[in-house]
């Protein structure tokens, strides 16, 4: 019977230092897995920081447990050093384009099995040195850094708690996003291709920033999302990538809610794309391992902004709505992977109610 690699099974043998290219012959690959072994291989890919210091320590992994020399020389080695310089240069983006104000603002970056260094609080992120970046474990308890951590950190570590692929969390407070969160309105969708490919944006219900409550509000909604609007406060978005790209949902959310205001300010319909333009869309975002709960609908549900202005609903010809039966047809090879986990369920059943007797 044929092994299933998920990417849950790439990520254990990385963290044991496993070369993840030599699988068995005969495994069969999910395509998230495989789309996670083209990130890593494929040339000129954003191969993550994040992800290459959890290989380079593999040998050695620096966990929460460690002896504190070993946890200081790893928060003081040259690997994190560079994630520490990220960290202020992704803080200084956000200072310079004023989506935070004051101290506000957040990041997180994963660096180990249950580690992350993050920002501190109380300091603009614009103006952040190396010196000043915070390791923690994943209930927020405060490894190594000589500042305090972010009192927001709680809300990162949940989303990589229940999300295993985010390696980088991002928060911060732009204007037109904020905006649109504070109305508490979902931005609509089928008029900017940047935005259907890379966000996929979910409202959470506000709660006292820094809380657990919010912090599980927000992660209740990473499965499917990788930008979250917090109402009444601001935005935090989760990369599998590295932390550029976690910044970059908030560039590509931010101009779409201003591009979305001026649209619908020019005394005139807007008008977006077909639900068939999006379905080409949503298939190079399912090949880059984005998710979007918009997977595997039908083309009528594709378009339906009715919550972001009663009663815009696309339309669909009887023509596109016969085409849309062949988008949920699983084809042959996820036919295949279920078979060959329903298989390997009952060899397990088997095998349990066999040590019975
Ligand atoms: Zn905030």
Not at 36 to 60: N, Y
Not at 210 to 221: F, I, N
Not at 226 to 238: D, E, F, K, R, Y
Request: glycine share 6%; net charge negative; aromatic share 4%.
């Amino acid at each position: 019977m044929k092994q299933v690699i998920s990417v849950r099974d790439l990520e254990e043998m990385l963290r044991n230092g496993k070369d993840v290219r030599v699988l068995p012959p005969d495994a069969l690959v999910t395509p998230s897995a495989r789309d996670f072994l083209r990130e890593l291989e494929g040339p000129g890919s954003h191969r993550t920081a994040a992800l290459e210091v959890r290989a380079s320590v593999a040998s050695k992994p620096v966990t929460s447990k460690s002896a504190k020399g070993e946890i200081e020389a790893y928060f003081n080695s040259p690997a994190v050093h560079e994630l520490k310089l990220q960290l202020c240069e992704i803080g200084r983006r956000l200072w310079q384009r004023e989506y935070v104000d004051g101290n506000g603002g957040n990041i997180a970056i994963r660096v180990g099995e249950d580690i992350a260094l993050c920002t501190p609080t109380l300091v603009s992120k614009g103006f952040m040195k190396p010196v000043d970046m915070c390791l923690v474990d994943l209930e927020g308890n405060q490894l190594a850094g000589a500042k305090k951590r972010t009192s927001e950190i709680l809300m990162h570590l949940q989303i990589m708690k229940r999300q295993p692929r985010a390696v980088a969390t991002v928060h911060c407070h732009p204007p037109y996003s904020t905006g649109f969160a504070v109305a508490g309105v979902q931005p609509p969708t089928c008029m900017i291709p940047e935005y259907e490919v890379f966000s996929s944006v979910a409202i959470a219900p506000y709660r006292t920033p820094g809380t657990p409550e919010m912090g599980k509000l927000v992660a209740d909604l990473v499965d499917k999302h990788n930008t979250i609007l917090m109402a009444n406060h601001g935005v935090v978005a989760w990369s599998h990538n590295n932390v550029e790209d976690a910044y970059f949902k908030m560039e590509i959310l931010e101009a779409y809610c201003r591009t979305v205001l001026v649209a619908t300010q020019l005394g005139k319909p807007v008008n977006t794309m077909t639900p068939a333009q999006l379905q080409d869309l949503l298939k190079i975002k399912q090949s880059l391992g984005i998710p979007d709960p918009r997977f595997g609908l039908k083309e009528c549900e594709l378009c339906d902004n009715d919550e972001w202005r009663p009663s815009v609903t696309c339309a669909v010809s009887n023509a596109e709505g016969s085409q849309a039966q062949a988008v949920v047809n699983p084809d042959a090879e996820a036919e295949a992977l279920v078979q060959a986990i329903t298989d390997q369920i009952m060899l397990a059943q088997e095998s349990r109610s066999g040590n019975h007797e």
